[in-house]
Nanobody
Framework: QVQLVESGGGLVQADGSLRLSCAAS????????MGWFRQTPGKQRELVAS???????NYADSVKGRFTISRDNAKNTVYLQMNSLKPEDTAVYYC????????WGQGTQVTVST
């Protein structure tokens, strides 16, 4: 059973930084793409950033230049470095991993105060 466990969320002031981590376990197979999504009440979950096993990245326009996604394949872990945070970045952040199907973590709250 594949499990994804996120950590690193919390409360931060605007212009501050946070680093999210997501560790995958339980898979006998290599993980293909991994990514971070976020969701606020009443809205659909949206892509924040994704990264392939080869290191190719993709970002939402709203976070380009501020967020950086990276991964450690040996540790099956994906990271999201978030800098210059804005109140509109407040959301529950979910990581996912594609291993023949998509798996999701439980989510971690990020709150950016003014």
């Amino acid at each position: 059973q594949v499990q994804l466990v996120e950590s690193g969320g919390g409360l931060v002031q605007a212009d501050g930084s946070l680093r999210l981590s997501c560790a995958a376990s339980g898979s006998r197979f290599s993980i293909n793409a991994m990514g971070w999504f976020r969701q606020t009440p009443g809205k659909q979950r949206e892509l924040v950033a994704s990264i392939t096993s080869g290191g190719s990245t993709n970002y939402a326009d709203s976070v380009k230049g501020r967020f950086t996604i990276s991964r450690d394949n040996a540790k099956n872990t994906v990271y999201l470095q978030m800098n210059s945070l804005k109140p509109e970045d407040t959301a529950v952040y979910y990581c996912n991993a594609y291993i023949f199907r998509v798996y999701w973590g439980q989510g971690t709250q990020v709150t950016v105060s003014t």
